[in-house]
């Protein structure tokens, strides 16, 4: 029996469509990602499509990761040469030979969050801002924002009028850029925006990737921004093999950039788009996604469509309203410590599972999943029965233990942070958090991340310079954690004076 064969029909339709735009509404729990990996194993076995000229694209690293597996699963020899990366990453490998036209070189730097604020800090004093009237932070959203809509500074400048907030933001976004330029950088965004100019710029080098990538496919479309629309059509204009996966109805990530027309409107930006909708279910029961299609059906704008799945109807919905989060915490607590389900498959149920954690992080002191997390403990559930946004650190935790104590039974506490907090002497819980997210991000890939953060912790209060506290050879293990300084590792009397 062929691969192909336990495909659903829509699946397989979706899949043996190879030759013009594409646009597949994929459901929840549809299997997009599995219609995506068949239809590049397609491509290849079937119609003789080099891997060379495939490239698929993704959000995360992580996603990414999990496309690659299953393209090599099933497709083995050559799939190291198709492209599946993200946006950002691709962008990088193609700077990287063609940079130098735009007046970079090629070993440029890329900017992260602590590059670009203390960047910021330098256009500040030099310009002289009112740090009363405008803050750091705000200054780097909108010029961020402005790079999503691929605005530059004289646009922005043009833009504000004589509005004095926004023209004084247009200045400082042009100086922020003049020095970005000067010091051979870029920050995150400008990864994309640099790339669009590039292939606006040189048609030489975009013909290139052009032959390069005769067929493209992107996943979650509905969340991309205007300037990762324009590379994607810039890239797929010669052939228009462009397969987009996506669904405006988990749309979520407005705040972010991401513009739901890209998705809307993709018929009209593509004409002679085939439009195939997999809106078979393998996650639910019918009677979960009545419900759901009762209440998505009211947005305004959507393209429709119906789930429904050959689950069976399931048990009826529970409908419960509560005056508190904690009264919401205990209930779903209780509920999950009674069900016949382990711990492990229903995590991913609670709160939308990884993704919304790592979102609302700042938040999860006052929400009902941390409530829920200290009620469970009450109740005698393991503490980490939850995909908690502290998966990953709960691996690098367990490899730092402290007089018996693991990072599971730190984690695990919910008045932690609290605690981790108190013990810095910062005067606020944002400006806590602010710091926390600064190495988070910095510093995950690192087997020392607990070590780390409880370092930085440490050269906040003690107000101690970075080099009496970083370990000597550590500089090539980690990524940067403030400044050029690296990798802060703590005693273990001092991680356990934490406690």
């Known amino acids: 029996m062929s691969i192909y064969d336990t495909l659903n029909p829509k699946q397989k339709e979706a899949v043996l469509h190879t030759d013009g735009p594409l646009l597949i509404l994929a459901g929840a729990g549809s299997g997009k990602t599995r219609v995506l990996t068949h239809r590049i194993a397609y491509l290849i076995d079937e119609c003789g499509v080099n891997p060379w000229n495939i490239m698929a694209i993704t959000f995360t690293n992580k996603a990414a990761g999990e496309m690659r597996e299953r393209v090599d699963d099933l497709v083995g020899f050559g799939a190291e040469s198709i492209w599946v990366s993200t946006f950002h990453s691709s962008c990088v490998r193609i700077l990287r030979r063609h940079i130098e036209s ?71 976004y042009k100086e922020y850029q003049k020095q970005l330029r000067k010091n051979n950088a870029l920050d995150f965004d400008d990864l994309i925006v640099k790339t669009v100019e590039l292939f606006q710029n040189n048609p030489q080098v975009l013909d290139y990737y052009q032959e390069r990538f005769k067929y493209i496919m992107v996943d979650e479309y509905q969340d991309t921004n205007m300037a990762q629309f324009k590379l994607v059509s810039l890239l797929a204009s010669k052939y228009r093999n462009l397969c987009v996966v996506g669904d405006d109805d988990q749309s979520i990530y407005r705040f972010r950039g991401a513009d739901i027309q890209n998705i809307l409107s993709f018929e009209h930006t593509f004409p002679g788009t085939k439009v195939i909708k997999l809106e078979q279910n393998y996650r639910s029961t ?100 939850m995909d908690l946004p502290y998966r990953e650190i709960l691996a690098a935790c367990e490899k730092s233990r402290s007089e018996g104590l693991t990072g599971d039974r730190l984690l695990s506490d919910g008045r932690f942070f609290q605690k981790l907090y108190q013990k810095t002497g910062l005067r606020s819980f944002d400006e806590f958090w602010e710091k926390y997210f600064e190495i988070q991000g910095l510093c995950m890939e690192s087997e020392n991340w607990f070590e780390m953060l409880l370092g930085y912790c440490r050269m906040i209060r003690e107000d101690t310079p970075p080099e009496q506290i970083c370990s000597e050879g550590c500089e090539a293990r980690c990524g940067r954690l403030h400044h050029n300084h690296r990798t802060l590792v703590t005693s273990d009397s001092f991680i356990s004076s934490f406690l």
């Open 102 to 172: 735009l007046g970079y070189t090629t070993s440029f730097s890329i900017y992260d969050s602590d590059d670009q604020k203390t960047l910021m800090r330098q256009v500040f004093k030099a310009m002289n801002v009112d740090t009363k009237q405008f803050k750091e932070r705000s200054v780097l959203a909108a010029i961020s924002s402005a790079k999503d809509k691929l605005i530059t500074p004289e646009e922005f400048l043009l833009n504000a009028g004589a509005d004095f907030r926004e023209k004084k933001t247009g200045e400082i």
């Open 286 to 385: 019918q009677n979960i996604l009545d419900a759901a299609n009762g209440v998505i059906r009211h947005n305004f704008g959507r393209k429709d469509k119906t789930l429904w799945t050959a689950n069976g109807e399931g048990d009826k919905i529970l409908f419960k309203q509560f005056d508190t989060a904690r009264d919401e915490a205990d209930f779903v607590a209780r509920q999950i410590r009674d069900s016949s389900y382990s711990y492990q498959d229903q995590a991913g149920e609670i709160g939308g599972g990884e993704e919304y954690y790592k979102c609302y992080y700042p938040f999860l002191d006052y929400s009902p999943e941390l409530a829920a997390l200290r009620t469970c403990r009450d109740l005698g559930i393991p503490g980490n029965f």
